[in-house]
């Protein structure tokens, strides 16, 4: 399965459709501000030494999610996003988008807040890191 890379008018679009976002930040990137009812599962957690995988992303994500469950993955600027989508992909999962804006847009994106995207800074229950098991 491949991932299709979407920008940030189609993932808002899915989105609004009942879509599934997965947020692949870190626990506090995503508490200061997210996509409204977004799912948070860090690829990388911020260490003292700075970025570092986290472990059980696979695991949480699959706990999380049906592999045929559409799901939008999306990051600060596009980066995770494209290597957690594509971890996925190889895990089974059936339709993956990559956001490729992100949260702050990139030079081909303007992100999801200059997007028109809804915000928030609540996840709502049952949707964040902690509640998902990490």
Request: glycine share 14%; with cysteine.
């Amino acid at each position: 399965m491949s991932v299709q890379r979407l920008s940030t008018t189609r993932a808002v679009e899915l989105v609004g459709e009942g879509v599934a976002y997965l947020d692949v930040r870190s626990v506090p990137e995503f508490e200061s501000g997210h996509v409204a009812g977004a799912y948070n599962i860090p690829l990388m957690h911020k260490g003292p030494t700075g970025m570092q995988p986290n472990p059980d992303f696979e695991a949480r994500v699959e706990a999380a999610f049906d592999k045929t469950r559409a799901i939008v993955v999306g990051c600060r600027s596009g980066q995770r996003s494209a290597r957690a989508a594509a971890v996925l992909a190889q895990r089974g999962f059936q339709t993956l988008y990559d956001h490729g804006g992100g949260w702050a847009g990139n030079a081909e994106d303007p992100g999801w807040p200059a997007g028109g995207g809804e915000t928030s800074q609540s996840p709502v229950a049952g949707r964040s890191y902690a509640e998902l098991g990490g």
